[in-house]
């Protein structure tokens, strides 16, 4: 059987609703993470609790990404895309609706595991309607705004809760997913899935252990511990020198949005021939552990240093890592590729505050960057060494 043709390149207006899949699923993750805390109802009394409605939401996308990512190779992008944003729409409703504790668990759930239905596969969906020229641009518009959906969640949703409860912030989230489920299924072209030929069990291992993949999964995965590690700590580190809320806002705001600004200038320089993706990767990793370093440093300064450099770090990776899988990986398998570099990025989202907490613990907060810096600086700096070792004699 013959392999179909790549679908060809879409048109802009095909783009705007994976856009605005990447900033819901962002806006969804971090617009009500941010405010449950806060919420004083009978829903959360407790950290515990509290812990574990954000479990909830991470815990169904680590599970089940992969899965909908190939489901998506195996029925085709758009109806995962689809089925995702409507199961997000309903899943808030839910929440919306009855307006109890124990429904807020369970939408918290669906939220999570619908996410993990439409993320992957709208990555996916990005990386088959560009061609390899056009997709560091593309990867770097859709990373553009979800952060965007990272950066403004918190705030809207704050705005959402303070003007009528969480039930507003779950009628919002209903909404918003509900008009991308419609505005996709208009704009976004249909493309079929590609014959696969029957992959086993080893077969996926082999690939997913493979450099091609390791790689810029182990590099997105380090991109996100930073970034949940700067959004997380550094206004401890703030508030520690004696900043108020404003400063250390402000340097969390410069992050995020240093990081929005970052992706798709790096994307386009990567289309364009300027910037290869190893020395875009490798450059963005050592940015990011700079960052992490000058988070050691006292007072606003170092908060502020800190957040630029790790912002512009992460932007560097980030389009740069899914073109390099988009590239590397066989146009059947693009929703499966993506679902599992999503799941790295997941691991790495839990595991880099996991880190720099257990350090403090038993050290400082200080040692707890150094400790995430050093382990993100290791990679690079190995893979300079021993380049000029491994490198072909010219002939």
Known sequence: MTAQPIAPAAPRQAMWPLY???????????????????????????????????ALY????????????????RIGGKPVLLGGLI??????????????????????????AAASAFSPSASALVARLNPAAKRGRAFGSYGFYKSIGYTLGPLLGGLLVWAGGLRLLFTVMALCAAAVAVWAARAVPVVPPLPRKRQTVADLARRLADRSFLAPTAALAAATAALSVGVGFLPVSGAAAGLGTVATGAAVSVLAATAA?????????LDAGRLTISTGLLSGLLITAAGLAAAMLPGLAGVLLAAALIGTGTGL???????????????????Q??????????????????????????????????????LLAVGPLLALAIRPRTAPAAE
Do not use: C
């Not at 839910?94 to 999570?112: E, F, T």
């Open 317 to 335: 990776i980030t389009p740069l890592g899914f073109a390099a899988l988009a590239a590397s990986t066989p146009e059947e398998r693009m929703g």
């Open 20 to 54: 605005a899949a990447g900033f819901t699923t962002a806006f969804g993750a971090h617009g009500i993470a941010a405010n449950l805390g806060g919420f004083s109802e009978d829903a959360v009394t407790s950290l515990l609790v509290l812990g574990g409605l954000l």
């Open 337 to 374: 590729t993506m679902g599992s570099a999503e799941l790295g990025r997941e691991l790495g989202d839990a595991g880099g505050p996991l880190l720099v907490a257990g350090v403090a613990t038993v050290s400082t907060l200080t040692t707890g960057y150094a400790a995430l810096a050093l």
């Open 261 to 269: 600004v970052v992706q798709p200038k790096s994307g386009r320089a």
């Open 58 to 73: 991470d815990g169904a996308e680590v599970l089940l990404k992969p899965v909908f990512g190939s489901l998506a190779d």
């Open 87 to 112: 199961a997000f729409a309903a899943a808030s409703a839910l929440y919306a609706i009855a307006d109890s504790p124990g429904w807020l668990w369970a939408a918290r759930l669906g939220q999570g």
